[in-house]
């Protein structure tokens, strides 16, 4: 998976998690990289947006350990109830989608 120049990306287990900056995404440029339908997660303490393949636990893709941790951290009580699957997209400044959190 490549970011190109804006984000950069590192493994988790066997899923990636990018990073990106500088400019909004495009929906499509979105369901690419988390590989589906994408589900998005303010996270107030990041203030970023986590971004997931909203159907990645019912395609059976590995758990994403980076982007649980962020989940969490940011949501304590979802702390053995919840994790995030498959390659992840960590949206900051700009890029950032608005939310109502």
């Not at 951290?73 to 700009?94: E, F, R, S, T």
């Amino acid at each position: 998976m490549t970011t190109g120049d804006k984000g950069m990306d590192y493994k988790s287990g066997t899923a990636t998690v990018v990073h990106h900056h500088d400019e909004k995404l495009t929906l499509e440029q979105m369901q690419k990289l988390v590989g589906g339908y994408i589900e998005v997660h303010y996270l107030p303490t990041d203030k970023t947006n986590l971004v997931v393949n909203e159907d990645g636990k019912l395609y059976g893709l590995q758990p994403n350990e980076t982007a649980t941790e962020l989940l969490i951290d940011n949501y304590p009580h979802l702390q053995g109830v919840d994790y995030v699957v498959g390659d992840a997209l960590i949206l900051h400044g700009k890029a950032r989608i608005k939310t109502h959190a």
